[in-house]
């Protein structure tokens, strides 16, 4: 349900109005604390959904837990707000609904997720029964939603504060010093400065980076990508794009517009996506090196940017100019930090620390992870556990998974158009998402010691899935510069692939540590079999081996040439042709198969 009943929403205007619901007067100017006289044991900077979920997060897990989140907004967000990380992906979604119990709140207050969809083949981008089309035709197994942040905002501070969680609106944090004895964490709030002390202080104040800016932690990342975005006060339905039916009729009623819908072309893609109260969410987001980001930096460029490269949209959205809501831009967004957490007791989380790219929506996932590892940390310090090697463990752990997923963005929006590369692409990236991360996110591996220890030993699950990874990342950059091809004129159904069905539909099952570890050794076996067809089809196009040549996902390159692959492909490593798995990649590969010399077959 939603939290915002008339009672909680009294509450929330006290909240905004005064320190009516902290428990005690702030103290002003408050000198050094000792450890055992900090006024909190967490203080939370930035009230965005990083730290609100954050402090539910531990208040859930640590009932005594002391929490004070100083937020500078002075009031509720407003609906269809300011703000984007609107579409939820798996983990994302298994972090609110399940470890945060947020379920009912998102399915009575926001809307379901009809998955992701793209629409590929550019060179139709008039029109869309044209295109390639990739979906599924039902819900994906595990739920997921499309949210209003400033209604999940709104009702997360309601949530918050309804479990003892103190929340100060309109309140700036100015500085912090940091001391392992007890933080001093200055705000203003009316123009009054005030002053807390508090065992640990966490970041969460977004983009405005405050402990990185003040340790120095800032970090580049080799990945330049601007967007621009704006929400329009009226439903956009893709299904009336077009008359024809039997395109329509892909996919059952009422149900397309409900997707992370993505117009692909080279260089960008574009989302739509729906918002209650339909309302609709609109982003071109690319790659300086194919489109400068001042043609699209204004509503009224973004516009004529659309009708060039989508056309069909710009004509559809043209009609809803009037209800323009509000539009935003964001020029070289991805950014890294040189550290997450520290036993020193502070931690940045969100937006606050790094970001990559928003294509397959990992904002919030990265917030489930930071703030999963941010909170055993301190649950575990509050306990008088030694956290040293647990934060050093967690601190390598993110950078690894963090540094290892940007590769699935980096380089790659020139592949954006190319729509046979961008069918392997998309089974490969969602394919690896549901079989590691989401299987260890729900089974709480990446704060159990044991599989971590298991997982990043030298020749463990974590360091053969990121070669594999960055095999088949390279395996795209190189095909995408000898790809030529126009594929046009199918609509695809996710879950007909068998093995993505299998992934999405295990999503959430529980397992002990035992048979978690079996669990992501047998999914890392699949994705061996899924790179090693991938790699068969790919390397018969380009180098003409046969296609059914046994294949090391790990030791061969698609940059060897044809008498290196062939000799590769007898090592003992190379695994021999899985028929299930070859059907399903069948099922996306359109391109010719090159049987023998000079001979195709389709
Ligand atoms: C173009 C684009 C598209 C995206 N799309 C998606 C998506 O579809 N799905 C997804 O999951 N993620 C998406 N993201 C990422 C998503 O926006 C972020 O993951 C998420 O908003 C980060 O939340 P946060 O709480 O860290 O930061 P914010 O939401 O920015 O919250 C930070 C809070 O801190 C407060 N604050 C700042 N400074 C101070 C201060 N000094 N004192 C007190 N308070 C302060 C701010 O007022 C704010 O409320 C997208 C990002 C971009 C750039």
């Not at 918050?160 to 912090?176: P, Q, R």
């Not at 007890?182 to 508090?198: L, T």
């Not at 996506?273 to 300086?288: K, M, N």
């Not at 692409?425 to 998402?433: L, N």
Request: aromatic letters at 12%.
């Amino acid at each position: 349900m939603c939290f915002i009943t008339k009672q909680a929403s009294y509450r929330y205007l006290l909240v905004t109005q005064d320190f009516l619901i902290t428990s005690k007067p702030l103290n002003q100017n408050t000198n050094m604390f000792n450890e055992n006289q900090a006024d909190y044991d967490v203080v939370i900077s930035g009230g965005g959904l990083a730290g609100l979920t954050l402090a539910l997060q531990l208040k859930k897990s640590f009932s005594a837990c002391r929490i004070l989140v100083l937020e500078k907004r002075k009031e509720p967000a407003p609906a269809a707000t300011h703000k984007v990380g609107e579409s939820l992906s798996e983990l994302g979604a298994y972090y609110l609904r399940e470890v945060l119990d947020l379920k009912d709140n998102l399915v009575s207050c926001q809307l379901r997720k009809f998955g992701f969809r793209f629409f590929l083949t550019p060179e139709h981008s008039e029109d869309i029964t044209r295109r390639v089309e990739v979906g599924s035709k039902i819900f994906n197994p595990f739920p997921s939603h499309q949210v209003d942040r400033g209604k999940l905002e709104n009702d997360l501070v309601i949530a918050a504060i309804d479990k003892g969680i103190e929340i100060v609106l309109g309140a700036k944090v100015t500085s912090v010093d940091l001391s392992k004895k007890g933080h001093h964490i200055r705000f203003e709030k009316n123009n009054v400065e005030h002053g807390v002390a508090a065992k640990w202080f966490v970041d969460a104040t977004g983009r405005n980076s405050l402990l990185k800016r003040k340790l120095n932690l800032e970090k580049e990342l080799d990945h330049n990508i601007n967007s621009a975005w704006f929400r329009l006060d009226a439903k956009i339905d893709i299904d009336f794009w077009s008359d024809n039916i039997s395109w329509r009729n892909f996919v059952a009623p009422n149900l397309r517009h409900l997707a992370t819908n993505h117009l692909m072309g080279e260089g960008y893609w574009v989302w739509i996506i729906p918002l209650v109260d339909d309302r609709t969410s609109i982003g071109i987001v690319a790659d300086p090196r194919y489109h400068a980001f001042d043609t699209f930096n204004s509503f009224e460029k973004s516009m004529n940017w659309l009708k060039t490269y989508e056309p069909l949209a710009a004509s559809i959205l043209e009609k809803h100019t009037d209800k323009l809501m509000d539009f935003k831009v964001m020029k070289n967004f991805a950014y890294d930090s040189k550290q997450f957490y520290s036993s020193d007791r502070w931690a940045v989380t969100g937006e606050a620390g790094a970001f990559l790219d928003p294509l397959y929506s990992p904002g919030s996932d990265f917030i489930g992870l930071s703030n999963t590892w941010i909170a055993d940390l301190i649950n575990r310090d509050l306990k008088k556990e030694d956290i040293n090697l647990r934060s050093l463990v967690y601190d390598h752990s993110h950078k690894q998974l963090f540094r290892g997923w940007a590769a699935l963005y980096r380089d790659m929006y020139g592949l954006f158009g190319k729509t046979q590369i961008m069918l392997m692409k998309i089974i490969w990236d969602w394919a690896t998402y549901w079989a590691i991360p989401n299987v260890l996110f729900s089974n709480k591996g990446y704060i159990n010691l044991d599989v971590m220890k298991l997982y990043s030993s030298p020749n463990g699950i974590g360091h053969r899935f990121a070669t594999l990874n960055q095999n088949m990342q390279q395996l795209f950059l190189f095909w995408g510069q000898h790809y030529k091809e126009t594929i046009s004129d199918h609509q695809l159904n996710v879950f007909d692939v068998g093995c993505l069905k299998q992934l999405q539909s295990e999503i959430g099952h529980k397992y002990d540590q035992d048979e978690l570890i079996s669990k992501i050794e047998s999914n890392l076996d699949l994705l061996q079999l899924i790179s090693a067809e991938i790699f068969r089809k790919v390397s018969n196009q380009l180098h003409d081996t046969p296609v059914d040549m046994n294949v090391d996902p790990y030791e061969m390159k698609i940059t060897y040439d044809k008498i290196e692959l062939l000799k590769k492909s007898k090592s003992i490593g190379a695994l021999m042709v899985d028929e299930s798995i070859r059907m399903d990649i069948g099922k996306m590969w359109f391109s010719k198969i090159k049987k023998q010399e000079n001979e195709f077959v389709q």
